[in-house]
Antibody, heavy 121, light 110 residues
């Protein structure tokens, strides 16, 4: 059974940092691209970052570029998101998701349950 | 404001059908075959219900169906059941490993 379990969220002051983790199991983690998505209170979902299966290619949404860093450790079946210089508007539930790519399409087929980051003084 | 537009709410009585729309642009919904729908209960992991516009993952009942016309995708839930009451989100690939999502629709079974 595919499982993605996020952790690392919490209450942090503006300007602070956190490291979010996503533990993967039930599939060959090193074969899949992964992404992070967030959902602010009362808002829709927002894609924030992508990483290739090897970790060699990374993309970021403009809203987090320069402040967030995505990484992965395929030996540990884990995905990470280092979030720095946090702002109130970064308050959200952060989800990791597996990106499945076929010859004709892409699908985010499995998601974790999310970890809440609250930025407040 | 979300990139894809969904109605904030939808409702129907048990046994009825309800359709939820998801409107984007030619750069996302209209330009790719990678439109998906997710069922989400608060505090839980979003669950894939429809992918590649019309396909159902294994285990998803055929009461759930998807379609697309131009820049608008739709999710139809037929034979509504109480357990279908949840939030539903659409998503579309938008190129260069970038995804866009709808704001979510709260489906109420009356």
């Amino acid at each position: 059974e595919v499982q993605l379990v996020e952790s690392g969220g919490g209450l942090v002051q503006p300007g602070g940092s956190l490291r979010l983790s996503c533990a993967a199991s039930g599939f060959t983690f090193s074969s899949y691209e992964m992404i992070w998505v967030r959902q602010a209170p009362g808002k829709g979902l927002e894609w924030i970052s992508y990483i290739s299966s090897s970790g060699g290619t990374r993309y970021y949404a403009d809203s987090v570029k320069g402040r967030f860093t995505i990484s992965r450790d395929n030996a540990k079946n884990s995905l990470y998101l280092q979030v720095n210089s946090l702002r109130a508007e970064d308050t959200a539930v952060y989800y990791c998701a597996r990106q499945y790519r076929s010859t004709t399409s892409c699908t985010l087929d499995y998601w974790g349950q999310g970890t809440l980051v609250t930025v407040s003084s | 404001q979300s990139a894809l537009t969904q109605p904030p709410s939808a409702s129907g009585s048990p046994g009825q059908s309800v359709t939820i729309s998801c409107t984007g642009t030619s750069s996302d919904v209209g330009g790719y075959n990678s439109v998906s729908w997710y069922q989400h209960y608060p505090g839980k992991a979003p669950k894939l219900m429809i992918y590649e516009v019309t396909k159902r993952p294994s285990g998803i009942p055929d009461r759930f169906s998807g379609s697309k016309s131009g820049n608008t995708a739709s999710l139809t839930v037929s034979g509504l059941q109480a357990e279908d009451e949840a939030d539903y989100y659409c998503s579309s690939y938008a190129g260069t490993n970038n995804w866009v999502f709808g704001g979510g629709t709260k489906l109420t079974v009356l």
